[in-house]
């Protein structure tokens, strides 16, 4: 009796160890899960800020051949802004080159299709994956007569993208003004909105969300300041409009303007550190309530 026992257990070894082998050599039995990566802007703040539920990022970059980020300016973002306001160590980047999809300009329904043709990685266990991708083409939305261009957008929990071509021709007009300047500030204030700011997923401790521009602070001189997002006075006309909805109902959490951007970088210039448009202290305090350092 005993010795059938034996057999018995060492035929189901053998059954076991076959069908572990089937699974490694079939990848394709596991889909990936990719709705933790479609939830709405903001949604994901808690996660990105904390290590609580993930305390790896691995950060996705899809650029057009010729359009990718300096490295001057993906050293920026982590050092100066990802280290700075999350409890992140492990930061990782996967850079991956593509070829243009010939647009002479993206709408936001374009630009979530080619992120669902393109990106790869997916939150895994621990890790907590972003995607940016970096386009060799402007905005539907730019206004360029009225000095309205886009620099960046996100649209999702973990998605984001920055126009380089329009970064690289903003960056053009000024002499004191680097690509890796206009991109850090694109790469910081958009991901911003991915931290949860202003009131769009991080709620706020005291209220600081500009009356006029949803999700954006009123502090002078705060990397999320409203007047960032529309350009000043002449570009409020865009809070009206709902341009910033696309047909498919995507909604663009941010469309970060231009000449604005350029404004601030001169001032920062002309004080001597480019790369660091800081948070104020009201969207640091909301960061830190919802898990950031
Ligand atoms: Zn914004
Ligand atoms: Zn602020």
Partial sequence: ?????????????????????????DPQTVPIDKTANLQGTGDSANDILSNDNFDKLLIEIDYVQGFRPTDEAM????????????????????????????????????????ESKNRTLYNTGSTLAIYIYFADAPSEDDEEDEGLVTLGAVYRNTSM???EATVRQLAGKSPFITNADVETATLNH???HLFGLVDLGTA????????????????????????????GPSGKSQLTSSKN????GLKAGCSLSGNSVLQMLQKQTSKGAAAA?????????????????
């Fill in 245 to 248: 909805v696309s047909a498919s």
């Fill in 161 to 163: 993208i920055v126009h």
């Fill in 190 to 192: 958009e991901f911003g």
């Fill in 75 to 114: 050293a920026n973002f982590v050092d100066f802004f990802l280290k700075l306001y999350t409890f992140k160590e492990d930061i990782q980047f996967v850079y991956d080159e593509l070829p243009s999809p010939n647009e002479e300009e993206l709408t936001l329904d374009e630009i979530a299709e080619l």
């Fill in 204 to 231: 706020q401790v005291n209220q600081h969300e500009d009356t006029e521009a949803v999700n954006h602070c009123n502090v002078d001189g705060c990397l999320m300041r409203a007047e960032l997002q529309f350009g």
């Fill in 1 to 25: 009796m005993r010795k059938i026992g034996f057999y018995f257990l060492a035929w189901c070894l053998i059954i076991l160890s076959a069908c572990s082998k089937n699974s490694d050599n």
């Fill in 277 to 293: 448009v800081p948070l104020d202290a009201e969207c640091i305090l909301d960061l830190q309530a919802n898990g950031g350092r």
